[in-house]
């Protein structure tokens, strides 16, 4: 790729449209009014005219939050009155998100490394300090929602890691950090930084994360709890992986149209190899943890596939070829 067709640090920001400029400049207070599929559009409309790197990064600047600024307290108050399942349920989704973005954030610096061209770097080097936060979010929330005697991170992630669900824990200890190994070993390998992409950007976080938000976030709209310090914060970091999203979703589509004979059968076959492992990951132990609030494992598993068709399409690769 070369670095000389991409949109240069001194040009101007882009312009958004009226509505994707209210949640671009939403700040964690203003976040309690928006859903999250006002925030999946950035993606979806970002398909038609895709934001350059430094559009990504100037969206990071311009969209920063503070853990430190969430009020936790309506959040502990509910817990305090939840039913048993309605905990046992809550504490399944997040054990899997919490873990999950230590796990990326672990994982994350070959990539950086590994990245082709210096606005690839940059834009890496923003989402290293966006998946930190979002890890000292879900620390926060568990220390003062569901209370723990566990002394430091590391002791809580243990306390916490989801360890019976064997797709999760084949994609997040085994696939991906054998394919950032390979990275660290040679950045210049290009053919890794692809399908780690594929499986950081498009798998975990566009097929898992996002599917996983916008059931939980729309579950608590309909609850009435927007106004909770736990909505607003996972709204934040839903629009913080929408720039993710966008950005997996921009790499592989240049890889694509520079080489499709190269590129194309790479990304299908990683797709292949990892699709049983999101069922694996999104199939809770038992279902009332999905139909208490409403939905079911089948309708959960179908917006899955169809926003990872959206963005095969957008990237010009079949998955069923």
Not at 49 to 71: A, F, I, K, T
């Amino acid at each position: 790729m070369d670095a000389a067709n991409h949109m240069a640090v001194g040009q101007k920001t882009e312009h958004l449209e009226p509505d994707l400029d209210r949640v671009a400049k939403a700040n964690l207070k203003e976040l309690g009014d928006i859903r999250i599929d006002d925030v999946l559009a950035f993606i979806d409309r970002g398909i038609e005219n895709m934001p350059s790197y430094m559009d990504l990064y100037r969206r990071w600047e311009s969209q920063q939050w503070s853990v430190g600024d969430l009020d936790f307290t309506l959040d502990r108050e509910d817990w305090l009155k939840a039913s048993d399942l309605d905990r046992k349920a809550t504490l399944w989704s997040h054990r899997l998100f919490f873990n999950g973005e230590e796990r990326v954030t672990a994982t994350l610096a070959p990539f950086v490394w590994a990245a082709p061209t210096p606005e690839i770097e940059i834009f890496l080097s923003t989402q290293m300090v966006d998946e930190a936060r979002h890890t000292v979010f879900f620390d926060r929330w568990w220390r003062e929602v569901v209370g723990t005697d566990s002394k430091n991170l590391k002791d809580l992630l243990a306390e916490i890691r989801p360890d019976t669900n064997e797709g999760y824990n084949t994609l997040f200890y085994d696939r991906l950090p054998s394919t950032a190994q390979r990275m660290a070993s040679n950045p210049k390998d290009f053919d890794a930084f692809v399908e780690g992409v594929t499986i950081y950007h498009i798998i975990v976080e566009a097929t898992i994360a996002l599917t996983g938000q916008r059931f939980e976030l729309e579950s608590m709209r309909e609850l009435g709890t927007t106004d909770r310090g736990f909505y607003r914060g996972f709204t934040a970091v839903a629009r913080d992986e929408s720039r993710h999203v966008s950005f997996g979703i921009k790499v592989l589509q240049e890889a694509v149209r520079e080489n499709p004979e190269r590129f194309a059968p790479l990304i299908q076959r990683t797709l292949v190899e990892c699709l049983p492992l999101v069922a694996g990951t999104l199939d809770p132990p038992d279902p009332a943890y999905i139909t208490e609030f409403g939905h079911t494992e089948s309708e959960i598993l179908q917006f899955a596939m169809d926003s990872l068709n959206k963005r095969l399409r957008a990237i010009g690769i079949n998955l069923a070829a």
